[in-house]
């Protein structure tokens, strides 16, 4: 009876994490500027760029944005 129930436990879990896994997929990087914007990134952005979204808030050597994070 317990194996029963555990197997079930285990599918609903798994299943669950795959509904996770491909819903979130679609996050933005979302960065806020200093002058009070908003600016969105798609990951396809931040690859060209060769940064992650925490990156951004560099761009060169000084800081553009004051934070960026997915959203």
């Known amino acids: 009876m317990f194996m029963k129930a555990a197997k079930k436990i285990f599918v609903i879990l798994v299943f669950s994490c795959l509904l996770t896994a491909l819903t979130s997929c ?27 979204c925490s ?14 994070n997915w959203e």
């Open 55 to 68: 990156g951004m808030a560099y761009l060169g050597s000084r800081q553009h944005y004051s934070v960026c």
């Open 26 to 52: 679609h996050k933005t990087c979302v960065c806020y500027g200093y002058n009070g914007g908003e600016y969105s990134y798609t990951q396809e952005d931040l690859d060209a760029r060769g940064k992650t």
